[in-house]
Every structure is written in C-alpha cells, then in structure tokens.
C-alpha cells in the first residue's frame, strides 16, 4: 500500500503549479524499487494527470549497439544517464501540453524482457488534455560529479570495466548537459530518498522474486547476485542523490517499508 503522504505530496506539487494554460510537469525521482513508478501511475488514475516514464524512453537495442562500439562498450546496457532517446520524452511531453480535449497522444512503452521499445503502433494513447504530467525516473534531477569524484572507481564494474574512466565521465557529461535541460523543463521534483544502497539491492530484489512468483526470501542466491551486479551501472548516481546530489523540490526520506520517515 502507497503511503498516503507520498500520493499527498505529489497532489500538493500539482495544485501549487497549476494555472490557466500550463500543464504542470512533476518528476518523482527515487532509486530502484522506492516506488516512484507505483506512485506516479496512483496519482495519475486520481487526478487525470498523464503518466510519464523514463524507463519507457530508452534508447532502441540497435541504438545503443551503436553507441557501445563508438563511445563504450558499458552502453549496450540500459539505465544510466546516456540510454534514454531524450528527444523522443521532449516531443511526448510537448504533445501533451500542447493537447486539446480531443486530441489523442502516444505514449512510448519500453520492453524490459525483449530490451527493446515496443513500436508506435503498440503504444497506449492518452486522451485529451491532462491536468499534468508526472515523469518518473531514477537519476532525474541528479547533479553531475567533479573530476575529483569521478577518478576512483566506486564498485567493481566501474574498476573492472571502466579501468580508464572513459565511460563513467561520458555518463556525467550527458548528466551535465541534455539531462540537465530536460531537468530544467519541470516545475518540481519530488525525490524518494532510500535508506540507503544495501535497502535499494534488497528493494530490487523484491521485484526481481515477484517476476519469478517468489516470496523476497526465496530469490536464489545467483540471481541476488546477478541484481546486484546490474545495481552497479547505477551505484555512483543512486549513491550521489542519496547523499544530497540532487536538485529536488521535496525530498521525502524512506524507511525500508516504503514509508515516509523524513521530509
């Protein structure tokens, strides 16, 4: 169950950006598995919003292909800041705020088990003009890193993989630049603070045991294993915004349960 204070805050967003001819845009971020998509899709089906994922805007599997043999080979994989086609969200979000009450606009849908963007013609249509647009993401509003914080690796993808840093310092710089004029779009940002990255593994776990119809205690070791080497494409972000490098609105810390402790 979504802590009420959590659907709450984000109404609140909406409500204090709300005014004739706007349609507010309001980022929840949150690490893996805090919630954010759960609570977007709530307060969306409550208030008529239109919901918005970054999950949903990742670049195609071709796409990425490419950026893995022309940048760096840890591109191939989706998540960090770099795998999102950013002018595809740009259009969407244009569309729906440019909206009139018949007007029926498509929402991307990304494909996790396929690794792909489901084609346009499998896309569910928003109808209408919506009282807002809530865009979920795990790294939105996230602050790029120094060159000091950047030279020692964090995890042993980034020591193993990253040797040279090359691939890490790509990630900040597109943090730096188009991810911050995306951030630079919405009215507010709501950021679910963890309790840290050992709660953010077991969180992902959760949802992995879920996938696979396993109560959280019954997800095989190797496949515990498996999650938390995926976590660490994330790690040096999820870790930067849950110690305050993030530009966020409302920060509302998180116990392990989900609940709202702090903020």
């Known amino acids: 169950m979504i802590d009420p204070r959590l659907i709450a805050a984000v109404e609140t967003l909406i409500a204090a950006h709300a005014r004739p001819g706007h349609v507010p845009l309001i980022a929840i971020a949150g690490s893996q598995g805090s919630g954010k998509t759960t609570l977007a899709r709530a307060v969306a089906a409550r208030t008529g919003a239109a919901h918005l994922s970054l999950d949903d805007v990742y670049l195609t599997h071709a796409e990425r292909q490419v950026l893995a043999r022309t940048v760096h080979p ?26 009139g009450p018949d007007d029926r606009t498509p929402l991307p849908v990304f494909d996790k088990l396929a690794d792909d963007r489901l084609p346009p013609e499998a896309w569910p249509v928003f109808t209408g003009r919506p009282v807002a647009i809530l865009l979920d993401g795990w790294c939105l509003g996230a602050s790029p890193q120094d060159a000091a914080a950047l030279a020692a690796p964090v995890n042993a993808l980034e020591r193993d993989r990253d040797a040279d840093g090359r691939w890490r310092r790509a990630v900040n710089d597109r943090l730096a630049g188009p991810y911050r004029a995306l951030f630079a779009r919405f009215d507010a940002l709501l950021f679910l603070q963890a309790p840290g990255l050992d709660v953010v593994l077991d969180w992902r776990c959760e949802q992995e045991a879920g996938l696979m119809g396993l109560a959280p205690a019954g997800l095989p070791a190797a496949r515990r294993a498996r999650v938390a080497g995926f ?6 972000i999820t870790r930067s915004m849950i110690d305050g490098g993030v530009a966020a609105d409302v920060v509302l810390g998180l116990s392990r349960a989900r609940r709202v402790v702090a903020g």
Do not use: K, N
């Not at 800041?81 to 729906?96: E, K, S």
């Open 74 to 99: 840890l591109f191939a994989t989706r998540g960090p800041p770099g795998t999102h086609d950013l002018a595809l969200l740009h259009r969407v979000i244009a569309a729906l705020s440019a909206a």
């Open 231 to 236: 976590i660490e494409y994330f790690e040096r």
